[in-house]
């Protein structure tokens, strides 16, 4: 089922559903994709200045080795630039409904960012953090994304209980991909699972993203970390030798590096 087709291009100041209707649909798909809420003029400056940032970086060799690098998918603070974007949320009334969504009060959020690159590889299938203690995020599309250039590839209704990757695997849920436009707001629990997929486009594809794990920042301005300066930042992968060496299975063997977490699945205490 197509999620966009249930929920309209909503107008201001609040979505246009019901609220009741939106927790029903959230409760039940373990996400909300909401057309047009952030002004494209909003988000663009935060886009430009990304993308240049990453170029400069790249051009000069400031990136850091692996961790993302190589399979193309980089996490990044945006910078206190990204404020403008959350202030537009507020307007709107999309952190009031997110604190309808959450399992417990939001406070001031985390601020990411990530960036999937051009020949970028899929992701393994995951969720965010711990499924035992979900937290909500919001993400906002800061470029058009569309199958070409890497939208997310989400499996709705994975959120309902914990579950090992083998058993995530042996369900065979069900996936789906949506294009947003850049503005679209994308609310999810982070007990859902999704991936990043690749990008054939020539351009990074920035996404934004607000998030409550922990709680939420512990910074009395989240907007102010890494002193308000866009900073790009390692993933899952570490840094060191086995880190770029696990990295780099994931991209020349896939297939090897699923059995390898299919296997460590099986071990308790693991996912």
């Not at 927790?23 to 047009?36: K, M, S, T």
């Not at 970086?57 to 603070?77: E, T, W």
Request: aromatic share 8%; net charge neutral.
């Amino acid at each position: 089922m197509d999620y966009l087709r249930l929920v309209p291009a909503l107008t201001p100041p609040r979505p246009s559903l019901p609220e009741a209707r939106l927790q029903e649909l959230f409760a039940d798909q373990g996400y909300l994709v909401l057309p047009g809420l952030v002004d494209p003029s909003v988000v663009e400056p935060l886009r430009h200045s990304v993308l240049a940032e990453f170029e400069r970086m790249s051009r000069k060799g400031k990136l850091f080795q692996g961790s993302g690098v190589m399979s193309g998918h980089l996490n990044c603070f945006p910078g206190r630039a990204a404020r403008a974007v959350y202030d537009a949320l507020e307007r709107q009334g999309i952190i009031d409904l997110a604190s309808t969504l959450a399992a417990f009060p939001l406070t001031l959020p985390n601020v990411g960012c990530n960036l999937n690159l051009p020949g970028s590889f899929a992701q393994h299938e995951h969720i965010d953090g711990d499924a035992n203690r979900p937290f909500l995020v919001v993400n906002v599309a800061m470029v058009d994304t569309t199958l070409n250039n890497g939208a997310l590839e989400i499996f709705p209704r994975t959120q309902d209980k914990s579950r090992r990757y083998w058993e995530f695997l042996a369900s065979r849920p069900e996936r789906l991909r949506h294009a947003m436009a850049q503005g679209d707001v994308l609310i999810r629990t982070s007990s859902l699972w999704y991936r990043e997929m690749p990008n054939r486009a020539q351009d990074p594809r920035p996404m934004l993203a607000f998030s409550w794990e922990d709680g939420g920042s512990k910074l009395a301005d989240p907007f102010e970390a890494h002193k308000g300066q866009l900073a790009f930042l390692p993933n899952r992968f570490r840094t060191d030798w086995s880190g770029r060496l696990r990295e780099r299975l994931s991209i020349t063997a896939p297939h090897v590096d699923t059995a390898l977490r299919i296997a460590a699945s099986l071990m308790p205490n693991t996912t």
